[in-house]
């Protein structure tokens, strides 16, 4: 017999109490470890991106920069002053692809704005200072993307 347990809540653990016990000799006990980027995965959100979405990426992930680009820097490099709704895409996109099935639930989103004073500041690779690794997938996956040239 097996039987799995996948994120059970503490109550829903107090409920199996008994029925562990009994059976505490053939239990084991697998930590389900969060979701994680891969290149194959960072790849295939890279190329459901639109446009704007896939540049603002594709220059977070040159391998000269460490996963930062200023919000003027992103402006100039647009043509635009505007940059309200510039990471809802990255939200957007990855949403959708858990949604249908495409990646697993609970990917972080790769890009984030940093705000200073109300203003945004700066865009970067989420989390690029706790998880280095996840600066590295994502160059990977759009620097060496066989199917199309970095926007």
């Not at 290149?39 to 992930?61: F, S």
């Not at 990917?107 to 590295?136: C, M, N, T, Y």
Request: avoid cysteine; charged fraction near 25%.
């Amino acid at each position: 017999m097996e039987i799995r347990i996948i994120d059970p809540t503490p109550e829903d653990l107090e409920l199996l109490a008994p029925f562990l016990a009994r059976h505490r000799d053939a239990i084991t006990v697998e930590e389900a470890s969060p979701p994680h980027w891969t290149v194959p995965l960072a790849r295939d959100y890279y190329r459901q991106l639109p446009p704007r979405a896939r540049k603002i990426l594709g220059l977070l992930a040159d391998p000269d920069l460490d996963g930062v680009y200023s919000a003027a820097d992103l402006r100039a490099e647009l043509g635009t002053d505007n940059l309200r709704g510039s990471t809802a895409f990255f939200r957007r996109v990855l949403t959708k692809g858990e949604l249908t099935g495409r990646w697993p639930t609970g990917l972080p989103v790769p890009v984030e704005s940093v705000k200073r004073g109300g203003a945004v500041h700066q865009f970067q690779i989420a989390f690029h200072h706790d998880h280095p690794d996840l600066l590295q997938v994502f160059q990977e996956a759009v620097n060496n993307d066989p199917e199309q040239a970095r926007n």
